[in-house]
């Protein structure tokens, strides 16, 4: 799953181990999470939603072939 988190952080100046405190998860699963190597969970999308004012779907791009 795409997501916008890496332009988000550029855009608020923040580093991925800020963001992962500001979340309460490690540094390497916000990696992770630009890459599309891991999928967030529901509660973790909400929670980087809500750290930048967004919506779950202005930060995470769902294509049809993630839900196959």
Known sequence: MKTKIS???RQH???QEELAKAV???R???TS???GKYTASLILAYKIAH???LTI???FL???EDAL
Request: overall charge negative; hydrophobic content about 40%; aromatic content about 8%.
């Open 24 to 26: 309460g998860v490690t």
């Open 62 to 64: 769902f294509d049809e």
């Open 57 to 59: 779907e202005d930060v």
């Open 13 to 15: 100046k923040l580093s």
């Open 51 to 53: 750290h930048f004012n």
């Open 33 to 35: 999470l630009e890459v």
């Open 28 to 30: 390497q699963t916000i």
């Open 7 to 9: 332009e988000l952080r």
